[in-house]
């Protein structure tokens, strides 16, 4: 308050957005508090609710002149659906087996009018062809006219019927449990002011056994939903062999073909003196925290280590990890200039082999301009190209190497940032490479071997989709939330953090600051949080 930079009414809204992030945090650690784990650690879900707790349809009203159907919901909130939409989707025009649409859009939109897309009347009901009416509720529409298939011989009927849970999954307004929901499917973030992040034995303790992540659907949505959450897991048990490794990757899905082969790879140290290194990947050299293949348009998403054999060298060859995630947040609050820079800068990013030369141009963070949604971070320093004067006039090349450049890569090497594990035999290590970086410590010898693999998005997307399982692995970046803060102020722990951990201190979230500029940084981070 004493500081005369900041009206009255700035401040209120600080200690607002404070007081919806201790009322959010008592929600989440509650909700948390609820779940149920079984012995082995894998999260399974409740029984799902019955159809008599979700609200359910009870009147309706049609708008023939805006083409418009309203549904009435029994917690007394109203739905309105445009009818183009509906009979667009309508299931009597959906084939049976490729669910793809049977139907001409342009016919229905301008066919007589667009009378097959008008609704004339509406009403809730049973499912005409069930023995109870109340077994399949859905609302019905009769439409102005029937409308043609693809086959030319058969048409979707006047009169179709819209299942209300479909219809509630579509609604425009969320409820408050579905907006609870989606707060809890955030990533967690983890290193430096996010909290310490997870030791050695964490992660081990977490590990999931292969063959549980096999045989067990509940184990592999454990294992998706951890990639989304913390970003990583660890299956334990893998036969240390490239059909083995194999197995286990497609059981998620199909692997991709790289430069590096055609699905399967391995990181044994090659002879340099045979030209058998086209990567320092195949060399004992330290490699520092990066993502993979940034010079592809399309990244993997996902990549496998399973360790075939670890370093002798008992003081190298871990492996190691850092949240990017949690250093592009890092950096929007501490230093907003670098963050907004590889926002909105493209970098080149290079691959060049004897048969291949790969080339992108690409800003650092993907960040959804619509959503405010980080929803990739992509970066390896040992494969960026040359940034070109003439084909980047809009970057100043002294303030990229004196300011932007070194911050990033000092916060991607900070130690608070980072994981350490020291993988064992048939240990097989799964990355979201669209958000963890991962690196290697030097070792001595050639002993040391990691068999693996990568996946595109769509493949990770496809398995949750099919699991029933949250596929978004995206981030909040505009409205994270800070709950270390809070847990300072009340020297609570967080049930949710990705690992039972101390609060961060004060001085981790900068608060301790001095000077105008940390002030200001510090009230920042101290009330960023989502609404």
Not at 49 to 61: F, G, L, N, P
Not at 255 to 264: E, K, P
Not at 356 to 384: C, I, K, S, W, Y
């Amino acid at each position: 308050v004493d500081d005369a930079t900041h009206d009255r009414g700035e401040l209120e809204n600080y200690a607002s957005m404070i007081v919806r992030a201790a009322s959010n945090a008592t929600r989440r650690a509650g909700r948390r508090a609820g779940r149920r784990w079984n012995a082995s650690g894998v999260q399974r879900c409740p029984p799902a609710a019955s159809a008599s707790s979700a609200r359910a349809a009870v009147t309706t009203k049609v708008d023939r002149d805006a083409r418009v159907v309203s549904v009435g919901w029994s917690d007394g909130s109203e739905t309105s659906y445009s009818g183009a939409w509906l009979r667009d989707h309508d299931f009597s025009a959906i084939h049976s087996t490729t669910k793809q649409r049977q139907s001409d859009s342009l016919g229905m939109l301008r066919d007589d009018g667009g009378l097959a897309c008008t609704p004339y009347a509406a009403w809730v009901g049973g499912d005409q062809d069930a023995v109870d009416a109340g077994a399949a509720c859905k609302v019905w529409v009769r439409w102005g006219a029937a409308m043609d298939l693809h086959d030319g011989s058969t048409q979707a009927p006047a009169v179709t019927g819209f299942p209300t849970q479909w219809l509630e999954e579509h609604a425009d307004a969320k409820t408050d449990a579905e907006t609870e929901t989606e707060t809890d499917a955030e990533p967690e973030l983890w290193g430096g002011s996010f909290g310490a992040a997870p030791t050695d034995e964490e992660i081990r303790a977490r590990a999931l056994h292969a063959g549980e992540f096999m045989a067990d659907d509940a184990v592999l949505a454990e294992a998706l939903r951890q990639l989304r959450v913390t970003g990583f897991c660890l299956v334990d048990g893998v036969e240390r062999t490239q059909a083995g490794t194999t197995a286990h990757i497609e059981r998620i899905g199909q692997m991709r073909r790289t430069v590096y082969s055609d699905g399967i790879w391995d990181t044994a140290v090659r002879d340099p003196e045979a030209d058998e290194i086209f990567d320092t990947a195949y060399t004992n050299m330290e490699l520092k925290p990066h993502t993979d293949c940034t010079y592809y348009r399309d990244t993997p998403a996902l990549q496998f280590f399973n360790c075939e054999h670890p370093s002798m060298d008992k003081a190298g060859g871990q492996t190691v990890l850092v949240d990017g995630f949690a250093v592009a947040a890092s950096l929007r609050d501490t230093d907003r200039d670098v963050f907004d820079f590889f926002c909105r800068t493209p970098l080149p990013f290079h691959c060049i082999e004897p048969d291949a030369h790969l080339e992108v141009l690409t800003p650092v963070f993907d960040v959804d301009q619509n959503t405010g949604r980080l929803r990739q971070f992509r970066m390896n320093n040992d494969d960026r190209a040359p940034l070109h004067p003439h084909k980047h006039p809009d970057v100043d090349m002294d303030l990229f190497y004196q300011r932007h450049l070194p911050v990033l890569l000092e916060r991607t090497r900070d130690l608070s940032m980072a994981a350490e594990v020291r993988l064992d035999p048939g240990m097989m290590l799964i990355i979201n490479n669209h958000r963890v970086m991962h690196g290697r410590r030097a070792f001595k010898g050639s002993t040391r071997n990691m068999i693996g693999g990568y996946m595109n998005l769509d493949e990770y997307e496809s398995r949750c989709r099919l699991l029933g399982i949250n596929s978004d692995i995206s981030f909040a970046i505009e409205n994270w939330r800070c709950s270390g803060l809070i847990l300072a102020m009340t020297g609570g722990r967080d049930r949710g953090r990705p690992w039972c951990m101390a609060p961060p201190r004060m001085a981790q979230l900068g608060l301790e600051g001095s000077g105008e500029n940390a002030g200001r940084r510090s009230r920042l981070c101290a009330v960023r949080e989502s609404s």
